[in-house]
């Protein structure tokens, strides 16, 4: 066989699709949205559409989950206790120290004992103290429940809540706000200590009539002040004088 003769051989030998142009992938894929959707359906991993939001998964709480939830404060209420007449401050500390051991401090908020500064004068001097204007009771901020109640009822000393056995009504804001103005009032003007009655008779120790006694007449609690009968002369004059201004007799 001649070189001719075999060159022919092998040509009819090959298949006719091999002797046809190899398609180009660039050239046959189709523009615009057609190329993408083209390339996402393609081999390989299938592709993330990054103009889609994902959807949160389960469980997770995002940013808007926290929209519109009212602070835990605003869940916590007033409510009045009371307990054993002198125990106010110890009910005060042993409540707080069982909030946080059995874990309800997110539960029960401030823990009052409302008190109002008093001046008293003793030998002279002035002294400011604090006075109870509530004795044998406490207000307690609290979001009830079952557990909450459970653990301010069974704090030692505690005798129950004002207005209701299980369910106890809480506090008006009408109420509180009466309260807490009251105790801010005090602290920036203290209140003489009073204890005095009409018809009493007191001993004057400062000013012009120093040493004179005389009858209690009328008392101005507002001002602080007494209007005091005194015998001048024989005649009954009357005088005003502070609360820190008279004691009783010796």
């Given at each position: 066989m001649t070189d001719t003769d075999k060159r022919e051989q092998i040509d009819s030998d090959v298949p006719a699709e091999a002797s046809s142009p190899v398609p180009d992938p660039v050239a046959e894929t189709p523009a615009g949205d057609d190329a993408h959707d083209t390339a996402a359906t393609g081999g390989g991993e299938p592709a993330v559409e990054t103009d889609t939001p994902m959807a949160a998964p389960e469980g997770d709480s995002s940013e808007d989950s926290s929209?519109?939830?009212s602070p835990e404060e605003d869940n916590k209420e007033w409510y009045i206790i009371h307990t054993y007449s002198g125990f106010e401050n110890?009910?005060?500390?042993?409540?707080?120290?069982?909030?946080d051991a059995y874990g309800m401090g997110d539960k029960i908020g401030e823990i009052l004992v409302p008190t109002e500064d008093v001046?008293?004068?003793?030998?002279?001097?002035?002294?400011?103290?604090?006075?109870?204007?509530?004795p044998g009771y406490v207000l307690v901020q609290m979001e009830m429940s079952d557990e909450a109640w459970h653990v301010v009822r069974s704090t030692p000393k505690v005798t129950g809540f004002v207005g209701g056995s299980q369910r106890p009504l809480p506090m008006t804001q009408e109420e509180v706000d009466r309260i807490l103005g009251q105790?801010?009032?005090?602290?920036a003007k203290p209140k003489p200590k009073f204890d005095y009655k009409v018809g009493e008779t007191v001993k004057i120790t400062d000013g012009p009539f120093s040493n004179f006694t005389g009858v209690v007449e009328e008392i101005n609690e507002d001002r602080a002040t007494l209007k005091v009968m005194v015998s001048i002369f024989g005649r009954a004059t009357p005088v005003e004088l502070e609360f820190h201004q008279v004691k009783r007799p010796d």
């Open positions: 929209e519109g939830e110890k009910v005060m500390q042993s409540l707080r120290q069982r909030a001046v008293e004068v003793r030998d002279g001097k002035k002294y400011t103290l604090k006075k109870k204007f509530f105790i801010h009032v005090t602290e």
